[in-house]
């Protein structure tokens, strides 16, 4: 493609990881919450850090993946295409689903769909002092697990600066934020932090706004060698949707920033088309060294999750709604709700002498969901009353998990690692769902997952490793609901290698990493979606993921760095049956038609990304200034595992330009201008693959992200 010529030559650039010009450290003594799923120079796994000066540099707002979108093998994609509302972040491939999400080692991921809604959480990483992201298998992490990476977000570490704080921004379509925190101690001890937000953005997309509210406040407090933690955060969303994308023709006929969603209504599309979610989250931390030998961390956790989305639907059945009526058929609005509790206790004890160092860790958590439906309006109510519950059905499931992790120094420069996990899930479900059909399931799993592996650190700041680590997981709640138990997939199992090299000196650093993930009955993509944007799956036998991470950073002269990454991969499935809906020349149903495929690639999985950042950061006696432009290149990708053209993504780049000015380090000023060259893209799709008239066909749908947008920002610390 024309448009793409500048994009080729970013497959030869390696990732910023250089040394920055470091700001005055403020310490106000707050304890530091232990997070034993992290990973440390002696851990065999490849993971990156961003400590929080990394995440204030780049943080104006925007949902959590648009602040790690820089890191190697990362491609993300919004929604409403400005990375406010809904967003997901793929890591090598793998969807957002396959990413075990833990804050402060307490699982984040939805306990049933095993995605993560970053929606409910604005503004979070205000709140990060470090997120570590692991890609492939990791360490063992309490939730679902990891099957293309985790992340794993840590607070409360106390590397901030205390005083009150006031953030105020302003950017591209109607975006707004504003942000209060507070970071200090008490008179009685007590380290306090707190942070207030609000976001609003109508979206790039039609129709697509966000308001949201998020919050974050943390008491600690040090009593001799034990350390308490209370934080509590979450947030609310009211979020118009924008789930449905857009397919070319409706591009071709109304533009990119076309919204089908709430057009069921005639005239105006329907106003109040919104998803409407609250979710608290409550943590309480015990850490206590022992003694010289012995740490214990405890903690316990709470999330209380409510909410619905609305829709308007045009000439619906009222017999599937449990309506009489004089009238077979009516518009009525609907609202689809999910109310749930999710609780449970995380553990580990640390055990260190001579050259072992060793962990014992687990968790035990409960979820409880409700869902159900109610029918609030209709034009011919019939027999209906107000909030009749069309349908309704609860879930439970229990996850129990116990590891025990060593490392051990064979000599100064290398050590040995063992990780095993065994893992037990209970899930079950009974009422009925959206469709009034009958469920009622269970079903349990136990899984085994060990890792090993081995690091040789031959020098200051040279690090080598291997290792090879197994990972399964169960079908997530879709699985079950779409499939009778006769048909209901099976767990997935990963096996992944992964060897890397790195060496980091005063001027620069560099690193590769070669990974193989070969997956047992991976639970694939078709392409197609139901009436609420998820997926349907089936099991494919054998699938992997092949690559090669490079990243390397230096500094040009002492205020200026370059840097970059570079992923390599292949993403196949080795063989499989794909399944389409025949129809003759006149659109009438003939039935199902298969096709084998071989070799095909995975999908959502690009063969290359890259990015590259040149940054400039000087300050002069009172003054900071700092400058960076950074280049995202995504290659190819497809919407689903045929490997057809029409479902393919074209490969895409963009470029954001970042200014800042610092004063007394008191004052900052953020300018953000994001997709410098205005390139025309979509990150994300979904394919519906049929037969017509002989010869397969594809409709594909598109998520357009925004041309050339900016956003300002304004930061004072009291």
């Known amino acids: 493609m024309k448009r793409l010529t500048l994009s080729t030559s970013l497959v030869l650039l390696l990732h910023f990881l250089s040394a920055q010009v470091v700001d005055t450290v403020y310490e106000i003594d707050l304890p530091i919450m232990v997070t034993a799923t992290s990973a440390r120079q002696e851990t065999p796994v490849t993971y990156v850090d961003l400590t929080k000066k990394d995440i204030a540099l780049r943080n104006v707002g925007q949902d959590a993946p648009y602040l790690l979108k820089w ?52 503004d979070f990483s205000s709140s990060a002092d470090l997120i570590q992201i692991q890609r492939g298998v990791g360490t063992s992490t309490n939730g679902a697990g990891a099957f293309g990476a985790s992340i794993n977000f840590t607070t ?76 509590a955060f979450g947030g609310h969303e009211i979020t118009y949707q924008s789930w449905n994308g857009v397919t070319q023709e409706e591009i071709d006929a109304f533009g990119r920033t076309y919204n089908s969603v709430g057009t069921d209504k005639e005239g105006e599309p329907y106003d109040n088309e919104v998803d409407n979610y609250r979710q608290n989250h409550y943590q309480l931390h015990y850490n206590q060294a ?79 969901g409700d869902h159900y439906g109610e029918v609030i ?36 420069r290398v050590s040995l690692y063992a990780d095993a996990q065994l893992r037990r899930v209970n899930y079950e479900f009974v009422g009925l769902d959206e469709n009034t059909a009958l469920l009622n399931q269970d079903a349990s799993h136990t899984f085994f997952n060990p890792k090993a592996g081995l690091v040789y650190q031959p020098a200051r700041g040279t690090r080598a490793y291997a290792s090879f680590g197994v990972a399964q997981r169960e079908p997530n709640r879709n699985d079950f609901v779409d499939n009778p138990v006769s048909t209901r997939p099976t767990p997935e199992k990963l096996y992944n290698t992964e060897v890397g090299f790195s060496r980091t000196a005063a001027r620069a650093n560099y690193g590769v990493n070669v990974y193989h993930m070969l997956y047992r009955d991976q639970l694939v993509l078709t392409g197609s979606l139901n009436d609420v944007g998820e997926y349907v ?15 390397a950073g230096t500094k040009l ?38 096709i084998t495929r071989e070799d095909a690639p995975l999908s959502f999985s690009p063969d290359v990304t890259g990015a590259l950042e040149i940054a400039y950061d000087r300050t002069v006696r009172r003054h900071g200034f700092g400058a960076s432009l950074q280049t995202k290149y995504v290659g190819d990708r497809y919407v689903d595992n045929s490997g057809a053209e029409e479902s393919k993504l074209d490969g895409y780049y963009y470029t954001d330009l970042r200014l800042s000015y610092r004063l007394d380090q008191r004052y900052r000023l953020t ?35 925004a041309g050339r947008n900016f956003m300002l920002s304004l930061g004072v610390d009291l």
């Open 377 to 412: 309006w209709a034009r011919y109510a019939g027999d209906s009353e107000i909030r009749d519950r069309y349908y309704q059905n609860d879930a439970s499931k229990w996850d129990f998990n116990n590891y025990l992790r060593a490392n051990y120094a064979v000599t100064d």
């Open 671 to 705: 300018f953000l201008l994001r997709n410098l060259t205005d390139q025309l893209y979509s990150s994300n799709g979904w394919s519906y693959r049929y037969r017509f008239d002989g010869a397969p066909t594809t409709l594909r749908g598109m998520y357009p992200q």
């Open 557 to 594: 002269t002492d205020h200026l760095t370059l840097g970059g990454n570079l992923t390599l991969s292949r993403n196949r499935i080795g063989e499989y049956t794909e399944i389409l809906d025949d129809y003759d020349g006149n659109f009438e149903y003939l039935g199902q038609t298969q």
């Open 290 to 368: 022992l003694n010289n030998r012995l740490d214990l961390s405890v903690s316990g956790h709470y999330t209380r999750g409510l909410g619905y989305f609305e829709q308007y639907k045009a000439d619906e059945d009222l017999g599937e709604y449990g309506i009489n009526a004089t009238v077979a058929e009516s518009d009525l609005i609907r609202r689809r709700w999910l109310d749930n509790h999710f609780y449970g206790t995380v553990y580990s004890l640390r055990f260190r002498q001579d050259k072992w160092d060793v962990t014992f860790g687990g968790a035990a958590n409960e979820y409880l």
């Open 156 to 231: 409360g570490r106390g590397n901030g600066k205390p005083g009150l704080s006031l953030d105020g921004g302003v950017g591209s379509f109607g975006t707004r934020r504003g942000v209060v925190s507070y970071r200090g101690k008490t008179d009685g001890g007590f380290g306090v932090e707190a942070r207030y937000s609000k976001i609003h953005s109508d979206g790039y997309v039609d129709r697509a706004s966000a308001d949201l509210d998020g919050y974050y406040a943390a008491v600690s407090k040090t009593v001799k060698d034990a350390i308490f933690s209370f934080v």
């Open 71 to 122: 890191t190697p093998s990362v491609v993300v994609n919004s929604d409403a295409g400005t990375g406010v509302g809904y967003t997901g972040i793929w890591i090598r491939g793998s969807d957002p689903t396959r990413t075990n999400i833990t804050i402060n080692g307490i699982p984040y991921n939805d306990s049933e769909s095993q995605g993560v809604y970053w929606v409910n959480l604005p």
């Open 537 to 551: 799956r089936t099991n494919v036998p054998n699938s992997y993921r092949l690559g090669l991470e490079l990243q």
